[in-house]
């Protein structure tokens, strides 16, 4: 059993929905209502997120990748992937892994404000210095609702439409559930620590990447760069739009994502 929380809506061609950290699955509840007279939407709680559970013993990132697998896979054999921010890296390793882990099941694959490395490093410019990611983790130990409170509004930082879009972020976390502090520090670690890049070569499954175009939390070069890493994706960046395209510029994305997911490989 996976232990995680899910909720499906509609009916067609399975999408699962992966939120980032910190968050929970209240944060598609726009996004699903736009789609689900198209598709069958299944939204996930990732580990420690919402209502599911926490297990540190599997806390890695192929780990928790497994777990989502094994939560969808109950309701579609087959279904396409959309994860954002941490969702898109739990997306990536699971499009990546071997046929037995899940790969095979993905149809398509969305990925939202997504990066194969968050953190920057000498042979990667478009990442986040490690000495913020340092100030976010000593945060979450002193000060973890201002922390949360201050990552959400970078989140909008710079949109359109980004107070109506806060107050989202906002209402999803409140009413569904808020992160366990282990499992929010330890999604800073697996950003801060995961380098994808190597696996994007065995990512075979069609890909749309979407960025914003005033993000500070995954920079659009970043999404840009690991459109161009995979070996069938369109990139796509939303203007004036920040980390949460999806919520600012919902008629937006749902029109992108309508058919591309509609396409039959």
Same mark, same amino acid.
């Given at each position: 059993?996976?232990?995680?929380?899910?909720?499906?809506?509609?009916? /067609?061609?399975?999408?699962?929905?992966?939120?980032?950290?910190?968050?929970?699955?209240?944060?598609?509840?726009? @996004?699903?209502?736009?789609?689900?007279? %198209?598709?069958?939407?299944i939204a996930v709680d990732l580990p420690g997120h919402g209502r599911s559970e926490w297990l $540190? =013993?599997?806390?890695?990132?192929?780990?928790?990748?497994?777990?989502?697998?094994?939560? +969808?896979?109950?309701?579609? #054999?087959?279904?396409?992937?959309?994860?954002?921010? &941490? /969702?898109?890296?739990?997306?990536? *390793?699971?499009?990546?892994?071997?046929?037995?882990?899940?790969?095979?099941?993905?149809? %398509?694959?969305?990925?939202?404000?997504?990066?194969?490395?968050?953190?920057?490093?000498?042979?990667?410019?478009? #990442?986040?210095? $490690?000495?913020?990611?340092? *100030?976010?983790?000593? /945060?979450?130990?002193?000060?973890? %609702?201002?922390?949360?409170?201050?990552? @959400?509004?970078?989140?909008?930082? /710079?949109?359109?439409?980004? =107070?109506?879009? &806060?107050?989202?972020?906002?209402?999803?976390?409140?009413?569904?559930?808020?992160?366990?502090? =282990?499992?929010?520090?330890?999604?800073?670690?697996l950003l801060r620590d995961s380098d994808l890049r190597p696996l994007l070569g065995a990512v075979? *499954? $069609?890909? @749309?990447?979407?960025?914003? *175009?005033?993000?500070? +939390?995954?920079?659009?070069?970043?999404? %840009?760069? @690991?459109? =161009?890493?995979?070996?069938?994706?369109?990139?796509?960046?939303?203007?004036?739009?920040?980390?949460? $395209?999806?919520?600012?510029?919902?008629?937006?994305?749902?029109?992108?994502?309508?058919?591309?997911?509609?396409?039959?490989?």
């Amino acid at each position: 059993m996976s232990g995680l929380y899910t909720e499906v809506r509609g009916r /067609g061609p399975a999408l699962a929905l992966l939120h980032g950290g910190g968050l929970n699955l209240r944060v598609w509840d726009g @996004l699903a209502a736009a789609l689900c007279e %198209r598709f069958r939407i299944i939204a996930v709680d990732l580990p420690g997120h919402g209502r599911s559970e926490w297990l $540190p =013993e599997r806390s890695s990132l192929a780990a928790q990748a497994e777990q989502v697998h094994q939560a +969808v896979s109950v309701v579609s #054999g087959t279904y396409s992937l959309l994860g954002w921010s &941490l /969702g898109g890296q739990i997306a990536l *390793q699971l499009a990546a892994a071997g046929p037995g882990a899940g790969a095979a099941a993905i149809d %398509r694959l969305v990925l939202i404000a997504a990066t194969p490395r968050l953190s920057a490093a000498p042979d990667w410019i478009h #990442g986040t210095p $490690p000495e913020r990611l340092a *100030q976010q983790a000593a /945060g979450l130990r002193t000060d973890y %609702r201002r922390t949360v409170g201050d990552f @959400l509004e970078l989140q909008v930082r /710079g949109s359109a439409g980004g =107070e109506a879009a &806060l107050g989202q972020l906002r209402a999803a976390l409140f009413a569904h559930g808020e992160a366990r502090p =282990e499992a929010l520090a330890r999604g800073l670690e697996l950003l801060r620590d995961s380098d994808l890049r190597p696996l994007l070569g065995a990512v075979a *499954q $069609p890909a @749309l990447v979407i960025a914003g *175009q005033y993000d500070r +939390v995954t920079l659009p070069a970043a999404s %840009r760069a @690991l459109a =161009e890493a995979l070996a069938d994706a369109r990139y796509v960046e939303i203007r004036r739009a920040a980390h949460a $395209p999806f919520l600012s510029h919902l008629p937006q994305v749902s029109a992108l994502l309508t058919p591309f997911l509609g396409e039959r490989t």
